[in-house]
Each structure stands twice: as C-alpha cells, then as structure tokens.
C-alpha cells in the first residue's frame, strides 16, 4: 500500500528555519516525483514544486522558487521543505504528494503538516 | 486570479446532476495538456478522482465524470448524495509557467 507519511504540525516565530518532511512507503520512492502543495487558511490550492528522489532533479513553481527549498533523501525514502526564514504569510497547511510524471498528476497524498507562523 | 478558473460555488438536491466548469487558455487546456480533477472533503487531504480528462481511478464511483473541450473542461456528478459535499479542484500543466497550477477551486453544496 502506498503511504506518505508527513511531519507533525509546527508553531514558528517569523525569522525562524523550519524543515517538514514526508516518508513514503510500499513503493519504490526513488522512481516517482513527490510534490508539495500549499493551501492557505481557507484558500485553494498551490502547486509549489516537484523532485525526483532518484536523481534530486528539482522544479520549482515561479511563486515559490527562491523562497522555498525541495530536497529528499533517498537512502531514507523521505522528502523535504523547508524554509530560512518564515514569515506570517507562511502559515499553511502543506501537503506532499506522489506526482505521475508523464502524466502530471498527484495520485497518493500525505496527510498534510499545518505550519502556523506568528509572534 | 487563477490561470485556471472555477465557479466559487455550485449546489443541488439529492439525486441531481451537476457539473463544476474549469476554463483555461491556449497555454495549458488549450495547448492539449491534460485536465485532472480532485475531491477535498472538508477537514482532509485532497484525493485524485478524476485524471486524463475523463479516466476515474479505481474505486471512484461512475457517478463522476470528466471532459475536455477546447480550453475548457467539466466535471460531472450525477446521482448527488450528501457525501459529495466537498470543494473540487482541476488542475493542469501551463507551459507558460512550465509547471502545473490548480483551479480555483469549486465548493459544491448539497442542498
């Protein structure tokens, strides 16, 4: 069975590091892309960027390169996200995801990790 | 503004038929990119229902249904039953971003 497992919720100050993370079992984690996907308090959602865990190859959505980083480590089948320095405005709840690349679809989801962001 | 575009809201009785429109342009459903639709029932993950346009995963119920036109695309849901109620999203590769974006989002109500 295919199971992405994610971090616990996490209460940051703005300026803070933070680094939430997805395992993903019962399929070989090295052949799939993972993706998150942001979703802001009552908002839609946010497709924020893909890696390939066998390789590290990363894309980054435009609204989200630079202030964001993608990384996985395979030898542990687990994906990352992490931020330098949160501002309010990061408060989400975050979302990996198995992503199909050929066909650019997100077919198994975690349970999501709510980062809440304030002073 | 999304690059694709959802009503905010659609509703209907038990046993209707109602259908969750998502419009986009010549850089993503228009160019031919594929249109995948999502269930996100209140309070959880969002869940894949529909994707190729109009292919259900398996254990998706009939009931749902996809198409693609143009630059354009539908979800079907027919038979409606309480446990529809959720916000549904498509979603698609632009090529002017190089990177997939969801619809807005669609809240269906049932009444």
């Known amino acids: 069975e295919v199971q992405l497992v994610q971090s616990g919720a996490e209460v940051k100050k703005p300026g803070e590091s933070l680094k939430i993370s997805c395992k993903g079992s019962?399929?070989?984690?090295?052949?799939?892309?993972i993706g998150w996907v942001r979703q802001m308090p009552g908002k839609g959602l946010e497709w924020m960027g893909i890696?390939?865990?066998?390789?590290?190859?990363?894309r980054y959505s435009p609204s989200f390169q630079g202030q964001v980083t993608i990384s996985a480590d395979k030898s542990i089948s687990t994906a990352y996200l992490q931020w330098s320095s949160l501002k309010a405005s990061d408060t989400a709840m975050y979302y990996c995801?198995?992503?199909?690349?050929?066909?650019?679809?997100?077919?198994?989801w975690g349970q999501g990790t709510l980062v809440t962001v304030s002073s | 503004q999304s690059v694709l575009t959802q009503p905010p809201s659609v509703s209907g009785a038990p046993g209707q038929r109602v259908t969750i429109s998502c419009t986009g342009s010549s850089s993503n459903i228009g160019a031919g990119y594929d249109v995948h639709w999502y269930q996100q029932l209140p309070g959880t993950a969002p869940k894949l229902l529909i994707y190729g346009n109009s292919n259900r995963p398996s254990g998706v119920p009939d009931r749902f249904s996809g198409s693609k036109s143009g630059t354009s695309a539908s979800l079907a849901i027919t038979g409606l039953q309480a446990e529809d109620e959720a916000d549904y999203y498509c979603q698609s590769y632009d090529s002017s971003l190089s990177g997939s974006k969801f619809g807005g989002g669609t809240k269906l109500t049932v009444l």
């Open positions: 995801a198995r992503h199909l690349g050929a066909a650019r679809i997100f077919d198994y």
């Open positions: 019962g399929y070989s984690f090295t052949s799939y892309w």
């Open positions: 890696i390939y865990p066998g390789d590290s190859d990363t």
